[in-house]
């Protein structure tokens, strides 16, 4: 009996498999970059849509109760707050629960771009009641309106939490710009 012939066998070489893995990782790295670009497009778009949606509420409360609605703006190290309160007999109580905004957004400290931030508009700084950082509020009144000066164009910008330091409009924004005669809320984006 003869022995059976051997057949070739085919397999990877390690260069091969080398190559192969490093295609996955380029891959992988441009894939990562695009989902982490989406992440920040889809943070801005939500922060802004809380804000809006947080402050049209505001309105809608003072019209609806007949009654001032304080809008809290409260900055923190890692996440901006708002929180709505009514007085009743001298005391504040919230109206809606705190919004939150999300980690990579944040309202822009400079004061060209979130006038109503700063404390010709809004009166001066304020304790947060519920934590120890200030607070600069201002307030809807029962027809709509705002208190906020007149001979202004209040502002909010909202802006990626990296981009806060920027002297000029960072390439990704949301402004918020308020009627005071009226509250009522146009926007900006870019």
């Known amino acids: 009996m003869m022995p059976a012939p051997r057949t070739a066998r085919s397999a990877f070489t390690l260069i091969e498999m080398l190559v192969v893995i490093a295609i996955i990782g380029v891959v992988s790295t441009m894939a990562l ?60 109580n919230a109206v809606e629960p705190e919004l939150k905004l999300n980690q990579w957004v944040m309202l822009s400290p400079n004061a060209e771009w979130s006038s109503v931030l700063t404390e010709g508009f809004s009166g001066p700084q304020r304790p947060d009641p519920k934590r120890s950082n200030s607070c600069y509020s201002f307030r809807f009144m029962p027809d709509g309106s705002t208190d906020l000066a007149v001979s202004a164009s209040p502002t909010l910008t909202l802006v990626f939490r990296t981009d806060s330091g920027s002297t000029s409009l960072p390439a990704n924004f949301f402004t918020l710009q308020m009627d005071q005669q009226t509250g009522t809320i146009r926007t900006f984006r870019r």
């Open 33 to 92: 970059t695009s989902i982490s670009g989406v992440q920040r497009g889809t943070a801005m778009t939500t922060g802004a849509s809380a804000l809006l949606d947080y402050l049209t509420i505001a309105r809608q409360t003072a019209m609806t109760l007949n009654q001032p609605i304080e809008v809290w703006f409260c900055p923190g190290a890692t996440n901006d707050s708002l929180l709505l309160y009514k007085t009743e007999n001298g005391a504040l």
